[in-house]
C-alpha cells in the first residue's frame, strides 16, 4: 500500500533524495546510464548545486545532467547555484551551456537572486555574460533595483550596485509605482549608493 497523507509526504521526499543519491553513486562508480535516469541524474545535478558540492557538479555534468532542467517550483541547477552564490558552480554551468534567459517562478534572472542576497562574487561573474542586465521581473524590478529594495547598506551590497552600475544596468529604471533607483536609495538611507547612481547620471 503507498503510503498517503501527511506522513505519505514525509516518507516520500526523503526516497526521492535517497533515489537521486544512488543514482549519483551508480554513476560515479560504474559510468553506466539507464534508461530513464535523466530525471534522477538531473535531480542529483540541483542538490548538488544547492550544497555547493563542487566535484558532485562537474562529475554529473560530464556523465550528461542538463544544467537548464527545471524542478517543479521552476529552479534549474543554474538558477540554484547563483542565488546560492555559488560562483565556481556558476562559472561550470556557464561553461555547460547555461541558458542565460532562464527565469525562476518570480520572473527573475539568474543574476537577481545573488544581487539582493550579497553575492559579490557571482555578481561579478554573470555581467560580463550576454544576460539582461535590464530585465525586469514578476515584481517589476531589474537586478539594480532588487539591490537596493532588498539588500542591506553593507560593504557587500554597495560593492554589487557599483558592478551593476558598471555592467551597463539603468540606473533610471523604476518600479512600478514609478520610484526610481535613486528615491529608493534615498528612502533606505544609503549614501554611498546613492552618490554611486548620480555619479553614473541617475535623476
Known sequence: MKPTGRNGLTMALPMRRIRAWLFVVAALLCGLPAAGADRDMDVALRMAAERNDAAAFQALLARGAD?????????????????????????????????????????????????????VDTVRVLPGTAMDVHHV??????????????????????EIVRLLVAGGSDVNARDREGVSALQHARRRGQADVVRMLQAAGAR
Do not use: C
Not at 543554474?78 to 527565469?103: M, P, T, W, Y
Open 67 to 119: 544544467v537548464n532542467a527545471r524542478d517543479a517550483q521552476q529552479d534549474s541547477a543554474f538558477l540554484i547555484a547563483a542565488r546560492n552564490g555559488h560562483a565556481a558552480l556558476v562559472q561550470a554551468a556557464l561553461a555547460a551551456g547555461a541558458d542565460l534567459k532562464s527565469l525562476n517562478r518570480y520572473g527573475s534572472t539568474a543574476l537577481m537572486g545573488p544581487a539582493y542576497r550579497g553575492h
Open 137 to 158: 521581473n514578476h515584481l517589476g524590478w531589474t537586478a539594480l533595483l532588487e539591490a537596493i529594495v532588498l539588500g542591506s547598506d553593507s560593504p557587500a551590497h554597495r
